[in-house]
């Protein structure tokens, strides 16, 4: 079975701190993880995958395997990354379904 | 950049009654899926499509639910006979290939009284 942990539901900070947003996953093989992110009355896109290291936003990820993480970083919030975040996991397969967490609203206030 | 699309955006229904949601996925994509997520709740799979038929499908999914491809555009999800728990936001996702991420549409609001 696979199953995503996302400990918290709300992360309030001031803008310009730094965010961390925690996720957890249980999967037998090797999964690929993912955090997308909802904006106030939008649909879920795309923030990063671990498979492309790729730093959005200013947000960066890591898969830690050993600790089965990944969390979500930035070293400074802004106002405009208030919004909805989801950790998710894909487990092997070529259509392979998505995983979510139960997601966490991030405010960062001015 | 293209979209996926769903119609309507709110649908209100008695229970009961069944209901169709429509989804345009983006016109290259093979892979096709759709979710739920009760308020307050998180985003759960119910079923995934490719190649014309069911690839997967959750314990949601029971024999109330179906899923179509009728004309190669549109993909839809129907619910029989609504029930008041199938109340949620239902979204729908299409994928490229394996190696894509999924792209979802902005979902469809079902109510049911």
């Known amino acids: 079975a696979q199953r995503v942990t996302q400990p918290e539901k709300l992360l309030s900070v001031f803008k310009g701190a730094p965010v961390e947003l925690k996720c957890n996953y249980s999967y037998s093989g090797s999964p690929e993880l993912f955090w997308y992110v909802q904006y106030s009355r939008q649909r879920l896109q795309l923030l990063l995958r671990h498979i492309s290291r790729e730093s959005i936003k200013g947000f960066t990820a890591d898969l830690n395997k050993g600790e089965t993480s990944f969390h979500l970083k930035k070293p400074f919030a802004q106002e405009e990354d208030s919004a909805m975040y989801y950790c998710?996991?894909?487990?092997?397969?070529?259509?392979?379904?998505?995983?979510f967490g139960k997601g966490i609203t991030l405010s960062v206030r001015p | 950049e293209p979209e996926v699309t769903q119609t309507p955006s709110h649908q209100v229904t008695q229970m009961g009654q069944e209901v169709i949601l429509r989804c345009v996925p983006i016109s290259n994509h093979l892979y096709f899926y759709w979710y739920r997520q009760i308020l307050g709740q998180k985003v759960e799979f119910l079923v995934s499509?490719?190649?014309?038929?069911?690839?997967?499908k959750s314990e949601i999914f029971d024999d109330q639910f179906s899923v179509e491809r009728p004309d190669g555009s549109n993909f839809t999800l129907k619910i029989r006979s609504t029930k008041l728990e199938d109340s949620a936001m239902y979204f729908c996702a299409s994928l490229r290939d394996s190696t894509d991420t999924q792209y979802f549409g902005p979902g469809t609001r079902l109510t049911v009284l």
């Open positions: 499509f490719y190649n014309n038929e069911i690839s997967e």
């Open positions: 998710a996991l894909r487990g092997t397969g070529a259509n392979s379904k998505l995983t």
